[in-house]
């Protein structure tokens, strides 16, 4: 068998562990980037205890989750950023997310969190917003953003460590194709900073069991006020 081969299959056995029912369940509930129980996803998968075993040992098999052990607790997450581009990216064939997930697809397309970045109208108008004030520069060949000379002094008055995003051992910034707005939000060491810096700032807060957002009032005088995103 050569490569080629042996790459299909590898899609053909991933396409078949997202497409069962109540594993993509599972999945796109741990599309939020919190880590939840066997149980709790059972729950939401509507499927019994032994089942969703089941189904959670194909996924982690498949590096479509992982898991993690806090004394007697099992938690299991999506296996990374990667998992999540394209769970979102079977969105945008779709044109809608899941009907099983655990929001009203309008507030889904307003914000919600996308593993550990922001997606939605408002992440795509604040992507809008950072390029055309020279806050970002896309690199050629859809390679990136690169922050500005420009920008930089405002993403760390913003309260964004640029340094720290750097770092990480993943890409700085990209764009991701939104399922909701068909244009890119920003993903990435960058794209996750933003969004923790925008709930510390309480201007979005997360919602109990959905990965829907909330602009909150002060959320929504800023990003009128700053990037006249409304």
């Not at 108008?125 to 896309?138: I, K, M, N, S």
């Not at 309480?202 to 959320?219: K, Q």
Request: charge should be positive.
């Amino acid at each position: 068998m050569d490569v080629e081969e042996r790459a299909d299959l590898g899609a053909a056995r991933i396409a078949a562990a997202i497409g069962e029912p109540a594993r993509a369940r599972m999945l796109y509930a741990l599309m939020d980037g919190r880590a939840r129980t066997a149980t709790e996803l059972a729950v939401l998968a509507d499927v019994g205890p032994p089942t969703a075993s089941i189904h959670l040992r194909r996924l982690a098999a498949d590096r479509l989750v992982t898991l993690a052990a806090d004394g007697r607790h099992r938690y299991f997450r999506l296996a990374g950023e990667p998992v999540a581009r394209v769970l979102e990216g079977l969105n945008v064939l779709a044109g809608a997310p899941p009907a099983f997930e655990p929001s009203t697809p309008h507030r889904l397309r307003i914000a919600r969190s996308c593993y550990d970045h922001l997606a939605g109208t408002v992440a795509v108008a604040l992507c809008d917003r950072f390029v055309a004030t020279g806050w970002l520069r896309p690199l050629p060949r859809e390679r990136g953003f690169a922050v500005t000379a420009t920008g930089a002094p405002l993403f760390a008055a913003l309260g964004i460590d640029l340094k720290r995003a750097r770092q990480q051992r993943r890409r700085f910034a990209f764009p991701c194709m939104d399922w909701s707005e068909r244009r890119p939000h920003i993903v990435g060491a960058l794209g996750a900073a933003l969004l923790e810096t925008l709930q510390r700032k309480r201007w979005l807060a997360r919602d109990d069991d959905s990965r829907a957002l909330t602009i909150t009032a002060l959320g929504a005088r800023e990003l009128r006020a700053r990037w006249d995103v409304r």
